[in-house]
């Protein structure tokens, strides 16, 4: 089938009826009559039973529509691609980041951008760190911030800013007294924890692990922010890192950084192939501000 036999197929279907397809492209009725009995005849099969003057589908064209709204939609994606483009060349960046850093820090720093830049339209999204991924390599978005290693030899990343893996706990827990804490001090105590499946539950796991222990869970959230609500509400203590807290100035909890843990870092992801955007660059640099302002500095290398 070409490109037009499939176009008046898929009208077909959609409307139901020659005389409505016929309308949908603009073309005559027996046009499109013509047309869909030549597809026929080259594909040696029926598409349409005709009954009492009605088409009704065949199960083979049912099929073969499904796999015609595939084709649609890759060419409506084509489509966007278009627009996104041409929008860039007048200013357009697309940023994606992980959940803490994007609840308030990326944030904050598009706030600070835009004033100075009302004229460049910014898409930003929060997503999971598989996403993330997909989406710099489909080059759907120009710029990621993950706070996970984000390793691919199709994509560059560049550390931004670093925090600490902290515990927070209700001011009436046994630990609030502290001013930090090792693994070994939170094992009498239960978490809030995240799944196993999670980049950030395999990194408690693995905190745990170092000492020979596993976590005792009691509640389990799906997303750290959603751990601080709970934390928040006194529901027990969790470990989150300090770019998520930066959303949480009024908490009702303590912060304990946790001894000898590795610092989180923030890198910032982007396809390896391509060069930044002048708009771009200057985005990042707004961005390190704000992670400074923060006092979120990278480690020092010695």
Known sequence: MNLRQIEVFRAVM?????SDASRLLHVSVPAVSRMLSYTESRLGFPLFERVKGRLHPTAEARRLYHEVQLVYRGVERIGDLVHELAERR???ISIGSSPSVGQMLVPQAIAEFHIGNPEVRIHFHCMTHARLKEQLLGRQIDLGISTLPMEHPSLRTSPLAASRLVCICPPSHPLAARSSVSVAD???YP???YPHDTPFGQRIDNLYAEIGETPRIEIEAGLPHTACALVHAGAGIALVDEFLLRGWPGARFRILPVEQAAPIVADLVYP????LSPVAEALIRVI???MTL???SLPDPG
């Open 186 to 188: 939170l094992l009498p």
């Open 272 to 275: 390896h192939a391509e060069s």
């Open 191 to 193: 978490l809030i924890a």
């Open 288 to 290: 390190r501000g704000v």
């Open 14 to 18: 959609s409307t139901g009826s020659v």
């Open 90 to 92: 007048h200013g357009l």
């Open 294 to 296: 923060h006092g979120l």
